[in-house]
Every structure is written in C-alpha cells, then in structure tokens.
C-alpha cells in the first residue's frame, strides 16, 4: 500500500482533458513539492512536472500541475494517443524520512 | 549528454548478497544527490535509498534498512548499492537517478531476482 494515493486507472478520448489526483498528508504533499513521472511501456520513467506547477523543458504544455493542501493533480490537456502510460506522483515524507510515491495511475487513451 | 549506466543486477538465491554499480556521465558527478529506485514486475515505483553529493549523508527506505547499504565514489563517478541477506520481495528492476529537482534523471535499471 503506497503512501500516495492515486486512482489506478484513468481514461479518456483524443483531445480530452484528463485529471490524475495523488493524495498524501501533511508530512509530505502538505509540506513538500510534489513532482510528477510519465513512464511509457518498457521505458525508465522522466521527470513530468516538478515543484507541483514546473514543466522540465521539452514536457508540452499540455501537461499541467496543481496542489492544494495535502493534495495534488496532474491535468493533461488534449489527449493524445502517445500520452498512454503509467504516471506517478512523489514527495518527500518528513516522518518517514524518505521519498514517497503514488501507487501509479493507468492512463489509457480510448 | 547525461548518461546512467546501471550494472551488477543478477539471479541470487534467498539470503545472498549483490553490488550494483551505477556509472554517471556527462555531469560533475560530485555536485548531485544520488538515488536508488526500484521496480518489481508489473507493480509500481519504490524509492530505496538517498545519498548527498559528497557521500556524507544517507537515507534508505524501511524495507530496506539494516540490509543495503549505498555509497559512492566520486573519483569514480560511481554509485554503488550492496545488498544483503535479499529476500524474494527485493526482485526488481533497480533504478539509479540523479536528485536535481527530486528525482529527475533515470538509468535504464538492472534485473535483480532473488530466487532459489
């Protein structure tokens, strides 16, 4: 059981908006950044979003970032066939002393 | 270009031991925090363990305490995790990453499977 809490699946049509959500508490979302992880099928994950709102350069601005309290999302914006992978959100836990993950969304593009 | 290269990764029996090794390149090694992840077959991510960019600090997830330990070399701009008395639940694809903004840059991972 994953310290994060995250739907495990998600889904939607081309050119769709879709929110992913990641739960925590105070001693990690509700105190620390949340970065965001695409991992396509057979590959390392990369890096999506950073410090809850940040797109690394070459990440499409069709992915998006938001937090609020012990809470966050990940909004993608004009689905595309492409976007189909696992998507996870971490933090660092202050009680825990250690990065903490979602347990992973699906997102699978109809 | 940056580039981690994890090896070391094997088939060990319960209770043995391995070392894998993480070879960076194209930064100034030294300068990052450096992390352990790994992944079990078709489950999702679990960081396993921290260490700052000169070495002097660590931190390692519960399930791992006691039992891994990382370090590195910075002269060799290597990263190592030696794991010891490994249990089924460790097999996994072990991940090194690089802490720029959190974790920011993956390798490719080594199969670790830990089976009699």
């Known amino acids: 059981q994953s310290v994060l809490t995250q739907p495990p699946s998600a889904s939607g049509t081309p050119g769709q908006r879709v929110t992913i959500s990641c739960s925590g508490s105070?001693?990690?979302?509700?105190?620390?950044?949340v970065n965001w992880y695409q991992q396509l099928p057979g590959t390392a994950p990369t890096l999506l979003i950073y410090?809850?709102?940040q797109r690394p350069s070459g990440v499409p601005d069709r992915f998006s970032g938001s937090k609020s309290g012990t809470s966050a999302s990940l909004a993608i914006s004009g689905l595309q066939s492409e976007d189909e992978a696992d998507y996870y959100c971490?933090?660092?836990?202050?009680?825990?002393?250690?990065?903490?993950f979602g347990g992973g969304t699906k997102l699978t593009v109809l | 270009e940056v580039q981690l290269v994890e090896s070391g990764g094997g088939v060990v029996q319960p209770g043995g031991s391995l070392r894998l090794s993480c070879a960076g390149s194209?930064?100034?090694?030294?300068?990052?925090?450096m992390h352990w992840l790994r992944q079990a077959p078709g489950k999702g991510l679990e960081w396993v363990s921290l260490?700052?960019?000169?070495?002097?600090?660590?931190y390692y997830a519960h399930s791992v305490r006691g039992r891994f330990t990382i370090s590195r070399d910075n002269s060799k701009n290597s990263l190592y995790l030696q794991m010891h008395s490994l249990r089924t639940e460790d097999s996994a694809l072990y991940y090194c990453?690089?802490?720029?903004?959190?974790?920011?840059?993956w390798g490719q991972g080594t199969l670790v499977t830990v089976s009699s």
């Open positions: 990453a690089i802490d720029i903004r959190g974790i920011e840059l």
């Open positions: 194209g930064f100034t090694f030294a300068d990052y925090g």
């Open positions: 260490i700052s960019g000169d070495g002097g600090t660590t």
């Open positions: 105070s001693s990690n979302i509700g105190s620390k950044t």
């Open positions: 410090s809850n709102t």
């Open positions: 971490a933090a660092w836990d202050d009680s825990l002393n250690g990065v903490v």
